[in-house]
C-alpha cells in the first residue's frame, strides 16, 4: 500500500449546528467523551502476528486490544467534530452520541471514525506540548477534515483540497491502524509549514517523517515493543514475512547508494536519520527540532534539510545537542 498525496476534488459535506438540529438529533453540549479504540493496533499491542482482517470481523482474539479512552476537545453538537479533528465524511452512518460515548468495535463502521478523532487531537495535542502554538509558530492548529473509507480500496493519503486525510478499506480497514492514521497527520503538518513538494528527494523526506511521525505519536501515547516498525496491523493483509511492518524507521540504508527514486523506500533513509536522532536526545528535544527546522523547506534535498536540523538543534539546545544530531546524519551518508 502506498502513501500518495494527489490533489483531488471532493464532495463537500455540510457539519454545521443547522444541519444537526435538521436531523433531530439533540447535542451533546461537552466538550469531552468516551470511545473505544486501538493502541496503536492489535498485532503490536498484544504482540501477536497470528492476527488478521477476516472481513471486519470482531473475534476473540482481539477484545484484550480494545481500549476505553478520554475523547477530548469536542464541539458539544454529539458528533466526531472538535477543536483539532472533524470527521467530515464516512462509510454508513456519522457516528453521533448525546451523550458523546462513542464505544464501537471493528465490526462496525463508526469504530474507525472513532480512532481517527481519537489520534488526530493525540497528534495535535502532542505538537502543542511541545511549545508550537505558544511559545513557538502553530503546527496544523486546526480542525483536520478526515474522511473514512472514500475510496474502496487499501490506500489513505493527505491532499491539499480542502485540507483533508483520506483513509481507504480493503483487507484491515487503513483508519483501524492509529500509524497510518499518524503517517497521513505527518504530511498534513508538511501542508500547513509551506514545505514544498519540488523533488523526489523532497516527496521522500515527507514519507519518511510521516513514518516517523507515525511511531514516536504512537510511542508516546502508547509504547509497543517494536516501536520501529510501522503499520503493524494493517499491514498484515499485504505481507507475509513477520514482523508484519508496512515500513521500519530503523533499516540500515545509506544516502545516495541506497536511493531507488521511489519516495517510499528512500524515506526510509530519512526515518532512520530521525529514528536515531530521537534515541540520542529523546522524543521532546527530537521532535522539537525536526518539526521547527522544517518550516519552509524549498524542497530541494535531503542533505539540505539534515543542514537546516543541525542548524535548529544547534540554535534551540546548544552544541552538544547538534553533534548528536549531525552524527546521526552523518551515519546516513547525509552529511
Given amino acids: 500500500m502506498s502513501r500518495q498525496i494527489p490533489v483531488?476534488?471532493?464532495?463537500?459535506?455540510?457539519?454545521?449546528?443547522?444541519?444537526?438540529?435538521a436531523n433531530g438529533k439533540p447535542p451533546a453540549n461537552s466538550s469531552v467523551g468516551?470511545?473505544?479504540?486501538?493502541?496503536p493496533n492489535p498485532v503490536a499491542d498484544l504482540?501477536?502476528?497470528t492476527l488478521t482482517d477476516r472481513k471486519d470481523a470482531d473475534y476473540p482474539a482481539l477484545a484484550p486490544a480494545y481500549h476505553d479512552v478520554a475523547l477530548t476537545n469536542l464541539d458539544g453538537t454529539g458528533f466526531l467534530v472538535g477543536d483539532w479533528a472533524q470527521v467530515v465524511s464516512e462509510t454508513g452512518d456519522p457516528a453521533y452520541s448525546a451523550s458523546n460515548e462513542f464505544k464501537y468495535h471493528r465490526s462496525d463502521d463508526r469504530f474507525e471514525q472513532v480512532m481517527a478523532y481519537y489520534w488526530v487531537t493525540q497528534a495535535q495535542?502532542?505538537?502543542?506540548?511541545?511549545?508550537?502554538?505558544?511559545?513557538?509558530?502553530?503546527?496544523?492548529?486546526?480542525s483536520q477534515r478526515i474522511r473514512i473509507n472514500q475510496l474502496g480500496v487499501d490506500n489513505s493519503f493527505a491532499t491539499e483540497h480542502k485540507d483533508e486525510l483520506r483513509f481507504g478499506k480493503g483487507g484491515v480497514d487503513d483508519a483501524e491502524d492509529a500509524e497510518v492514521i499518524l503517517h497521513e497527520y505527518g504530511h498534513a503538518i508538511h501542508f500547513s509549514q509551506g514545505f514544498v513538494f519540488g523533488s523526489e528527494e523532497a516527496s521522500a523526506i515527507s514519507e519518511g517523517f510521516g513514518d516517523y511521525w507515525a511511531v514516536t505519536v504512537s510511542t508516546h501515547v502508547a509504547p509497543t515493543p517494536d516501536p520501529a516498525c510501522v503499520a503493524d496491523w494493517d499491514s498484515t493483509s499485504y505481507t507475509s514475512s513477520v514482523p508484519h511492518c508496512l515500513r521500519r524507521v530503523d533499516?540500515?540504508?545509506?544516502?545516495?547508494?541506497?536511493?531507488?527514486?521511489?519516495v517510499h523506500h528512500d524515506g526510509q533513509i530519512w526515518s532512520r536519520a530521525l529514528?536515531?536522532?530521537?534515541?540520542?536526545?529523546?522524543?521532546?528535544?527530537?521532535?522539537?527540532?525536526?518539526?521547527?527546522?522544517?518550516?519552509?523547506?524549498?524542497?530541494t534535498t535531503m542533505r539540505e534539510l539534515a543542514a537546516r536540523t543541525v542548524t535548529t538543534a544547534g540554535n534551540l539546545?546548544?552544541?552538544?545537542?547538534?553533534?548528536?544530531?549531525?552524527?546521526?546524519?552523518?551515519?546516513?551518508?547525509?552529511?
Wanted: without cysteine; glycine residues 12%.
Fill in 275 to 299: 529514528w536515531d536522532i530521537r534515541q540520542a536526545v529523546g522524543n521532546v528535544k527530537a521532535d522539537t527540532l525536526i518539526i521547527e527546522a522544517q518550516f519552509g523547506f524549498p524542497g
Fill in 8 to 21: 483531488l476534488l471532493a464532495f463537500t459535506v455540510a457539519a454545521s449546528a443547522f444541519t444537526f438540529a
Fill in 125 to 142: 495535542e502532542y505538537i502543542q506540548g511541545l511549545g508550537f502554538g505558544t511559545l513557538r509558530r502553530p503546527v496544523n492548529m486546526k
Fill in 34 to 39: 468516551g470511545g473505544t479504540v486501538f493502541l
Fill in 317 to 335: 539546545y546548544g552544541r552538544s545537542v547538534a553533534t548528536q544530531v549531525r552524527t546521526a546524519f552523518v551515519n546516513r551518508g547525509l552529511l
Fill in 47 to 49: 504482540g501477536d502476528q
Fill in 251 to 262: 533499516l540500515n540504508l545509506h544516502y545516495p547508494a541506497d536511493l531507488n527514486g521511489e
